[in-house]
């Protein structure tokens, strides 16, 4: 059977990873500055994680959600505590982020019983139907997915959200704390403080999409924590497993559960639960946020220089380097002369950068000189 053709692929086959190297069928090693689209934080085959999922595996992989799985409580525990988020929310757990999001905005419209959603331009929230609808990319929205009550508006404009929120029917405004695949656009401190208090006001849930964005890759857990707001929800999800698939959404203590209203056959399952859990102890032993902030100030010395570079975007770790031309052909050579992983995003001229959350400085200064010699 041959396979439904949707990715254009690069001609790699990684078959061995370890840190923030990954090797080839061919035995070549690469620089991985992408991490599987931002996925892997605490480091491809990390020691703590193998050992954590291997005992996993051994014990118990899978019991529905209809069993008690202490593991699922230690997860939302660490995560509380990590996040600083402990008091405030409770933990979903279910499997990608567009499954976070669709819990996201479905929590939301039971919550206030309205259905309109407000996203932004450029946003990408997953290809769901609920996810895809209100992700600012008509390509990937079906005729099914797209009679869903949603309304796109520019980043960064407040009076266009407060007329919105002004008609009574909106349930949620949903927005990236850093846009991931938009191209790094980020919303001030002011527009996010302004739509959370006339959210808060109009009894409208912030969702604030830190499917990307959060797990320190910004260099605190949650990229909004930057900003001094609180949203109402906040989904999460590819940092969470450092590549195995679990994701989550953190809901408020004023938005309250019943039973049945959310539910997931593979999300928590006590695998998915010792990959988060490893993820989270790794982070706080490694003290995994420093060095995201410490490699960020690193990173942004290093390019400041280079030429045709116009700025460079994003925080933490997650980064984009914007140039006065486009950067697909920059991106071939970077892979295929100078095995380093990079990524692409909307904006054609922009290449992204998204390693694991533990990269060094040495691992920079091999992209760095890459660079020099290729511009
Ligand atoms: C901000 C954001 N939300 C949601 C998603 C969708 O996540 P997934 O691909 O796990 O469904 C992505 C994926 O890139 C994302 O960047």
């Known amino acids: 059977m041959k396979l439904f053709d949707v990715y254009p692929l690069y001609n790699v086959t990684p078959v061995k990873a370890q840190g923030a190297y990954v090797w080839d069928n061919k035995g070549d090693k690469y620089l991985d500055l992408y991490g599987g689209h931002g996925v892997i ?6 020691p703590t994680y193998k050992a954590a999922l291997e005992n996993q595996l051994s014990n118990i992989g899978f019991y529905s959600n209809a069993i008690q799985n ?18 405030d929310y409770a933990l979903f757990l279910c499997s990608s982020g567009a499954e976070a999001n669709e819990n996201a905005i479905k929590v939301a419209s039971f919550y206030n019983q309205k259905s309109r959603v407000i996203a932004f331009k450029n946003g990408f929230h997953g290809r769901t139907s609920g996810a895809v609808s209100i992700t600012d990319n008509p390509k990937i929205i079906a005729p099914i997915n797209a009679h869903n009550p949603v309304t796109i508006l520019p980043l960064n404009d407040i009076e266009l959200v407060k007329a919105e929120i002004a008609k009574g029917d909106v349930s949620s405004v949903i927005v990236e704390p850093i846009q991931g695949v938009g191209g790094l656009d980020m919303p001030t401190t002011e527009f996010l403080q302004a739509v959370r208090k006339i959210t808060q006001e109009n009894n409208v849930c912030l969702i604030l999409d830190e499917v990307q964005s959060g797990y320190g890759r910004s260099g605190k857990f949650f990229a909004h924590q930057h900003h001094g707001v609180k949203a109402d929800i906040i989904p999460m999800a590819k940092g969470m497993g450092n590549g195995f698939p679990i994701g989550g959404v953190l809901i408020a203590n004023h938005i309250e559960p019943w039973y049945g209203m959310l539910g997931t ?33 690193y ?9 045709g570079l116009k700025q460079v975007k994003g925080q933490g770790l997650m980064l984009g380097l914007e140039f006065n031309y486009e950067v697909g052909e920059l991106r071939k050579k970077l892979i295929y002369d100078y095995k380093i992983f990079t990524g692409g995003a909307n904006n054609k001229n922009l290449l992204r950068i998204l390693p694991p959350l533990n990269v060094t400085k040495a691992d920079i200064d091999v992209f760095v000189e890459a660079l020099k010699e290729l511009l």
């Open 299 to 307: 990173f942004q010395e290093q390019v400041k220089d280079l030429p």
């Open 41 to 46: 934080s605490i480091g491809h085959t990390h």
């Open 70 to 87: 202490p593991l699922q409580q230690e997860l939302a525990d660490k995560l509380g505590e990590l996040s600083g988020c402990g008091e």
């Open 265 to 297: 056959t593979f999300g928590g399952s006590h695998l998915a639960c010792a990959a988060g859990i490893a993820v989270l102890d790794v982070m706080k032993q490694e003290n995994i946020m420093q060095n995201v902030a410490d490699v960020n100030a």
